[in-house]
């Protein structure tokens, strides 16, 4: 059964804001104005009446250093539409043959436009879907997505303890309308479920080498801090010290 918001109808600039400050959050990250508006490219006294405009709906609290948080409405809305974001993705890779790198703006186009009862039937077509083809959860069909990355003891591939065997979760979702970034993860096959180890990291060049099976491959720094992955435990065999 689809989970119903209980939200009023929002603009999709309103739609598009909580879902941004919402995926800062879910990765730990601060969210202020000005990170805002390098995302959405405009200058920054566009963000500040956005936000002044969502803390009168009653979608986001500021603090005295002017941290953005989103209320349980706000988190409520930001949920309804990922949700139907991350649907629409996972239906346009599995059910229309679309490759995973290809659908984050399609799916932007549709998801202020599926109904309750059409959600309904993407989520029966496809038997109940909990991740999208980026690896991010799906609100409503994991316990928590708020809080699915500690849940899942992941961490930034930057952050990897070098030479320890990794497996990618999911790729940022606050990087997804970055196509050429996106278009880079998939020439290289650095998509969830590849695994991987972080060599090195060079700060002076900021680079990081990555062994990916039998290959190297040297990425920006900036790269492996969008990539959230997990440990790979390595099972004795039966019988083994």
Same mark, same amino acid.
């Given at each position: ?22 995926? /800062? ?7 202020? *104005? ?6 959405? +490219?405009?200058?920054? %006294? ?11 709906? *009653? ?52 998801? !202020?436009? /599926? ?6 039937? &993407?989520?029966?077509? =496809? ?5 999208? %083809? !980026?690896?991010? %959860? ?7 997505? +708020? ?10 591939? +930057? ?18 309308? @970055? ?10 096959? =650095?998509?969830?479920?590849?695994? =991987?180890?972080?060599?090195? $990291? ?10 990916? *099976? @039998? +290959? ?6 900036? $790269? ?5 992955? &997990? ?11």
């Amino acid at each position: 059964m689809a989970i119903e918001s209980k939200a009023t109808e929002a603009s999709a600039t309103t739609e598009e804001y909580l879902e941004a400050i919402y995926n /800062i959050g879910m990765e730990g990250d601060p969210v202020i *104005g000005a990170r805002l508006a390098e995302k959405f +490219r405009v200058a920054p %006294p566009t963000v500040t009446q956005t936000l002044q405009r969502l803390v009168k709906n *009653g979608y986001v609290a500021m603090d005295r250093r002017r941290h953005v948080t989103l209320t349980p409405a706000g988190v409520e809305l930001a949920e309804a539409v990922l949700r139907r974001h991350r649907l629409t993705e996972r239906f346009l890779v599995d059910m229309l043959g679309m490759q995973w790198h290809e659908v984050h703006e399609e799916a932007c186009r549709l998801e !202020h436009r /599926i109904s309750g009862a059409v959600e309904a039937h &993407v989520v029966a077509a =496809l038997n109940h879907p909990t991740t999208c %083809p !980026h690896g991010n %959860p799906i609100p409503g069909y994991v316990p928590s997505a +708020r809080t699915y990355l500690a849940d899942q003891g992941a961490l930034r591939l +930057r952050e990897a303890a070098i030479g320890a065997p990794v497996k990618i979760l999911l790729v940022s979702e606050v990087v997804e309308d @970055e196509e050429e970034l996106i278009d880079y993860l998939h020439e290289r096959g =650095l998509t969830p479920g590849t695994a =991987l180890a972080l060599a090195a $990291v060079s700060d002076e060049d900021g680079t990081a080498d990555l062994r990916v *099976g @039998e +290959r190297m491959v040297t990425v920006p720094v900036r $790269v492996a801090h969008a990539l959230w992955v &997990v440990p790979v435990v390595n099972r004795s065999p039966a019988g083994a010290p």
